[in-house]
């Protein structure tokens, strides 16, 4: 899979991010991370940052975080 989402449950603005990608057909990976920071290693190591959520592109070399900017790249650069 070339899209890994960083995602927490119930956070609503990682919710966006996964209708964002649902809506667009973008085949993607959801990795759920811990509700504390401290749980969030991996977040961590790929993003530089322990908020979620974060989309990493492999194919791209792309990894961000904040929704919006997140939102503005599936619509752009992914979506069908």
Request: hydrophobic share 35%.
């Amino acid at each position: 899979m070339s899209i890994t989402l960083y995602a927490l449950d119930g956070c609503p603005y990682c919710e966006k991010v996964h209708d964002a990608l649902e809506d667009g057909g973008v085949e993607y990976e959801t990795e759920w991370v811990g509700a504390l920071h401290s749980e969030r290693d991996e977040v961590k190591r790929v993003s530089g940052q322990r908020a979620v959520p974060v989309l990493v592109d492999h194919d791209r070399g792309v990894t961000m975080g904040e929704s919006e900017n997140i939102l503005q790249y599936v619509e752009k650069t992914l979506a069908a």
